[in-house]
């Protein structure tokens, strides 16, 4: 009875922390500009901040060679020759973080010339480690928190019948009906 | 839970005892892995327009850890194509073991190479090194060059030109597949994580097995080879070096070979057998999934050159901070753990084992941080593919009129939902691992293990979604 009361406030406690809603600020949509420069193979500004609901600009400068910024989530792309600088306006309507990689091939670290745009409170970190934490509390709640329990379950027992060695490695047989 | 039996179905054993099937596998991959190597020497040096980096380091990449291991453990080594030159030299044959010869028939069927072969006497593995310390040195060393070897497709085909030349070297020096068993750094951490597969393949009755003074599964007969792992099937309790080649399903004339579908990470909870080189073979792959998530997928443009300037003092410096974090901090926090969960804290060797045990804890959470890892850098980078097929070596081709597709990241929106899924599952997984290997001595808790486990997935978060 008690063990099922737990199941249960574990399970509800999961899908509460996974799926309830949370106000997401309060902040007052604006427009913005945000300048980024693109140099092989970093964004600089590499991590940008903006509000939901903000008109957000972005221009593309690229520095050295051609860039591009294609970003996630919101599947938006533009391109910047070197020198110039493109623009991207759109608006911030969906929350979290989303990564931002280079979309013109510029060298050898190209794949992995990648920026963050966060877009209020990271709702999916919070939640995912709110949900690791929760894991955590229910394996523990069943573990012995202190050193001088006895064994909680059974372990498997080696066969005794048969035992037979590898004769090269060592390897032996235990689990056999 | 009843294990069942594959083998049992006669397709399915005959598909797996017939050798053409996985002949036509390997043969495949094999032309694969000659073609990248030929791109990786002639074709452009950019990376992304480079068959050699595309196919090995995205698409079998992907193949081989979101699904291969995962699913069929050692499933890749299978279909390896890197030991088949040098299985050849060995058997003296392209398909099939050796031929038994009688005495008149040995000038017939004995070719030239065949009596080269038989004339170097292959000598069993040292002794000293029946382990994989090697393989993780090995897997360590082509991960502090891994930004150089992940996109410069020279590096990437001389790296597996060289993997081939070491396989037909050890082969023509040492007894089986002692490539893949003692030096391959793919196959040490294929090894590791195979224990989590939910396919083993086991002996029957080892009843049978004790009976069989022949075991023609270890010695190899006309159907067969002998196991080119050196491994007696009959004493097989875990994956971890059974390299699922089929052998001794060919070579068994008691039919008492099963491939058994099991619970997954059954081999974790198997207190025998567990050993300090795999131990640590785990810190290595965890500690690499969290460095690469950094240094690859993370922000910092500084971390990336610095990873990428192989030589220069920065460099350096990053080389021994991973190796430090790796070899240094992660175990020795886990040693920590373990003191603290341990009731005999006195004893240094059985804090020693318990150590070693409860290291197949993080077996499951670093399988399932490479998977993270992997998601974002596979989906967002696949789209390569289709130009390369075209255009193997970026001169300009277009064999499948697929050279001008563009490259667009995919599921860019769901992504980081799947890792949040795999990362928190990872750590359930590890968490109960923990437990029941805590479990296994009297008067031990798995709360500080677990706690570690706790912190590491938060970390590999924050690098991932956050
Ligand atoms: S151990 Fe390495 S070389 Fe051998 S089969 Fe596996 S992946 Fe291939
Ligand atoms: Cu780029």
Not at chain 1, 81 to 86: F, K, L, S, Y
């Amino acid at each position: 009875m008690k063990q099922q009361r737990l199941w249960l406030l574990f399970i509800v406690a999961i899908f509460g922390v996974a799926f309830a809603p949370l106000p997401l600020g309060t902040a007052v949509p604006t427009s913005r500009t945000v300048r980024l420069e693109a140099s092989s193979f970093e964004f600089s500004p590499a991590v940008v901040a903006v509000n939901p609901g903000d008109q957000v600009t972005i221009e593309l400068a690229a520095t050295d060679v051609m860039h591009g910024l294609y970003l996630d989530g919101y599947d938006l792309e533009i391109t910047a020759e070197p020198g110039q600088t493109a623009v991207l306006t759109f608006t911030a309507d969906k929350t979290g973080t989303f990564r931002f990689r280079c979309s013109v091939t510029c060298g050898a670290l190209h794949p992995f010339m990648i920026g963050k745009l966060k877009v209020g409170p990271n709702l999916l970190l919070w939640r995912s480690v709110a949900l690791s934490l929760l894991a955590v509390l229910f394996f523990i709640s069943r573990e012995p928190l202190f050193v001088n329990r006895e064994p909680l379950s059974v372990v498997r027992k080696p066969n005794a019948e048969y035992e037979i060695r590898n004769t090269e490695h060592g390897i032996r047989n235990t689990e056999h009906p | 839970m009843k294990r069942s039996d594959l083998t049992r179905i006669p397709v399915v054993k005959a598909l797996l005892v017939n050798r053409w099937p996985q002949f036509i596998l390997r043969i495949v991959a094999l032309a694969g892995f000659v073609v990248a190597i030929l791109a990786g020497l002639l074709g452009t040096p950019v990376g992304s327009r480079n068959l050699s980096i595309v196919f090995v380091w995205i698409a079998w990449w992907a193949l081989l850890i979101l699904a291969a291991v995962p699913l069929f453990g050692r499933g890749w080594c299978t279909v390896c194509p890197i030991p088949m030159a040098g299985e050849w030299l060995q058997n003296g044959a392209l398909l099939g073991p050796r031929k038994r010869e009688t005495g008149d028939q040995r000038s017939e069927t004995s070719s030239n190479l065949q009596s080269l072969v038989s004339s170097l006497r292959l000598r069993p593995w040292p002794k000293r090194f029946r382990n994989i310390w090697l393989q993780n040195g090995g897997f360590l060393l082509l991960a502090l060059f891994s930004a150089v070897v992940l996109t410069q497709p020279m590096v990437t085909a001389v790296i597996l030109a060289a993997f081939l030349f070491l396989a037909v070297g050890a082969a023509l020096i040492f007894e089986r597949r002692a490539f893949c068993r003692y030096l391959c750094p793919v196959g040490g951490f294929i090894g590791l994580y195979s224990q989590v597969a939910p396919l083993e393949v086991r002996v029957r009755d080892t009843a049978v097995c004790a009976a069989h003074t022949d075991k023609t599964c270890y010695t190899g007969n006309e159907n067969g080879y002998g196991c080119p792992w050196g491994v007696f099937p009959g004493g097989l309790i875990k994956n971890t070096y059974c390299g699922a080649c089929l052998e001794c399903l060919r070579t068994c004339p008691h039919d008492n070979i099963a491939i058994q579908i099991r619970p997954v990470g059954a081999d974790l909870t198997v207190a025998r057998g567990r050993k300090l080189d795999e131990a640590f073979k785990a810190f290595i792959m965890l500690g690499s999934a969290v460095v690469y998530s950094a240094v690859m997928l993370g922000p910092w443009g500084w971390l990336k050159t610095t990873a990428y300037s192989v030589g220069s003092l920065a460099w350096l410096g990053y080389a021994l901070a991973f190796l430090l974090l790796i070899l240094g901090a992660l175990p020795g926090l886990f040693y920590l753990a373990t003191w603290a969960g341990t009731a005999q804290r006195g004893n240094r060797r059985a804090l020693r084992q318990r150590f070693t045990a409860n290291a197949y804890a993080l077996v499951p959470l670093g399988l399932m941080a490479w998977i993270a890892f992997s998601l974002s850098f596979v989906f967002a980078n696949i789209s390569y593919l289709w130009p390369v097929m075209s255009d193997p070596f970026g001169w300009g081709w277009d064999l499948f009129g697929t050279a001008a597709l563009n490259w667009t990241p995919y599921l860019s929106r769901v992504v980081p939902a799947l890792q949040t899924l795999v990362l928190v599952g990872g750590l359930a997984w590890a968490a109960g691992t923990a437990r029941k290997i805590a479990a296994e001595k009297r008067g031990g808790t798995a709360v500080p293990v677990i706690i570690y486990c706790f912190f590491i997935t938060v970390g590999l978060l924050w690098l991932l979604i956050g």
